[in-house]
């Protein structure tokens, strides 16, 4: 096996949670209604997400562990699309090199499904034929088995299966019409659970208890840019009785689950010089854009996003919540 593709591989998946985001959002790719994770010893030992989604073809099978390999390109419709949604068809070959992956699946219409293992970037056997039910189940197992330092330094189980609960309940409360778990093998009790078609401040509660929903306010707001294309956004923001000694900022710009730092910054600002004594907030929110205005940096994993009119939308967010924040408090 080349090392430099492992090396690669260790790019895009750099800890547990890379894998367990990359997984979550090929489900939601696959129209899911229902995604539960499985992990065992922080994702090291097993990372297991079961779907009931369009599943895999057959045809598919082969070719999952070889990199670009995409089903996705024709509903993207540009490459400046495909450049703004961040690396594609890499995730799963990347596993395939630094985990031991064996993929359950079934399509539409068909008797029985497939299970196939991979191993080093190679499929270990031809596909079997398996009883299965609807959808698709994702087995990583032994991530970085063959990366010894990667192994190192990661030590801490407890920090990467808090990252991992983090990530699925971002996901949860952006997607209400998707129930989603999150649970240790073997454990009874599910440190994440969502029940679709629930209300956004219901799973809000559900996920991160009512001291954050209780204590929410709706914020919207709207504009077009110089040349017209439309920039909207719907979140909540937390008024001054939330209480939280670091902020918590889910933002989802076109469905994708990004960092915008500079957003994230005049928000705290904001929050600063408008309630002195409160604590730093909590943020959910939602943006649309056109797709070509998005430009996700280098590295596939921090998905950290830089917008074009960036200053204008920020400022324009800014003071919708400020105005939100002093109307709140008087
Ligand atoms: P990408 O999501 O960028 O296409 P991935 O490496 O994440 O690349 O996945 C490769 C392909 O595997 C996808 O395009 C899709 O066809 C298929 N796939 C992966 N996971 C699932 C799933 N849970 N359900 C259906 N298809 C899947
Ligand atoms: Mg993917």
Do not use: W
């Amino acid at each position: 096996e080349c090392v430099v593709n492992r090396i690669a591989a260790g790019e895009v998946i750099q800890r547990p949670v890379s894998a367990v985001k990359e997984l979550v959002e090929n489900s939601l790719d696959a129209h899911s209604t229902s995604i539960n994770v499985v992990v065992k010893d922080g994702g090291l030992k097993l990372i297991q997400v079961s779907d009931d989604g369009h599943g895999i073809r057959f045809e598919d099978l082969p070719i999952l562990c070889e990199r670009h390999t995409t089903s996705k390109l024709s509903t993207y419709e540009d490459l400046q699309t495909i450049k703004s949604m961040g690396f594609r068809g890499e995730a799963l070959a990347s596993m395939t090199h630094v985990a031991h992956v064996t993929v359950t699946t079934i399509t539409k219409g068909q008797l029985h499904g497939y299970r196939v293992s991979y191993k080093d970037g190679v499929m270990e056997h031809q596909p079997k034929a398996c009883a299965a039910v609807k959808g698709t189940q994702i087995m990583v197992e032994n991530l970085f088995y063959n990366m010894v330092a990667r192994k190192k330094t990661l030590q801490s189980t407890v920090d990467d299966y808090s990252k991992i609960v983090d990530v699925i309940s971002r996901f949860a409360i952006h997607h209400t019409s998707v129930s989603f778990s999150c649970r240790k093998h073997g454990a009874v009790r599910a440190d994440v659970h969502s029940v679709a078609t629930s209300s956004r401040l219901d799973v809000i509660r559900s996920v991160y208890g009512p001291s954050v929903s209780c204590n929410l306010m709706k914020l919207e707001t709207s504009d077009s840019d110089p040349v017209g294309s439309i920039f909207s956004m719907d979140g909540f923001i937390s008024s001054s009785n939330y209480m939280a000694k670091k902020t918590t900022m889910v933002l989802f710009i076109n469905d994708r689950l990004v960092e915008c730092t500079a957003l994230k910054r005049a928000l705290e600002i904001v929050y600063a010089a408008t309630l002195p004594k409160a604590s730093k907030p909590f943020i959910y929110m939602s943006i649309q854009l056109p797709p070509e205005h998005v430009d996700v940096n280098v590295h596939p994993t921090k998905r950290e996003v830089s917008l074009l009119n960036q200053e204008r939308i920020i400022e324009k967010i800014q003071s919708v919540a400020e105005s939100k924040l002093r109307s709140s408090n008087t």
